[in-house]
């Protein structure tokens, strides 16, 4: 059930950046999950990953493009309430452009937003994050 969601504000970069690495403090207990979800745009915007929305909306609108699933470190279950280590979830389009799985795709981003997805079994128990830091890379 992902009926808890946070999207942040699209963030402008000065420079050109490859990767995306967000750090999450996160506390899970048992039968709930987080993920993770990224959108990129980059100036010239001549071509996106797959799964993006080709010809739906002006080519440098970031809120255009679909949300790609962030791969990430375990996420441990914790039963403490008080403890929320941390967890790194990243994007590298490097690792994209190197599967062969795409065949449009922006080797580099200058925007992007970021959408956490809290997912539960029941109301009873639901996960926790704090700490959201976003570091994008070459």
């Known amino acids: 059930n992902a009926q808890a969601r946070y ?3 699209d963030v402008k970069l000065k420079n050109a950046s490859t990767a995306l690495d967000v750090y999450l403090a996160i506390n899970r207990p048992e039968g709930t999950n987080i ?3 990224a959108r990129f745009n980059n100036a010239s ?3 996106f990953i797959e799964g993006t ?3 739906g909306g002006s080519p440098g609108d970031i809120n255009d493009r679909n949300f790609v699933k962030l791969a990430h470190s375990p996420i441990p279950i914790n039963t403490d ?3 929320f280590p941390e967890v790194n979830f990243r994007f590298d ?3 994209v452009l190197n599967e062969d799985t795409i065949t449009d ?3 580099e981003f200058t925007e ?3 959408k956490i997805v809290m997912l539960s079994e029941g109301s009873e128990r639901v996960p926790s994050v704090r700490e959201l830091r976003c570091i994008a890379t070459v």
């Open 105 to 107: 795709s922006i080797e």
């Open 53 to 55: 929305s080709p010809g």
């Open 45 to 47: 915007n001549a071509s």
């Open 81 to 83: 309430r008080t403890k």
């Open 112 to 114: 992007f937003s970021v």
């Open 93 to 95: 389009f490097a690792d």
């Open 7 to 9: 999207i942040t504000g």
């Open 35 to 37: 993920e993770v979800y």
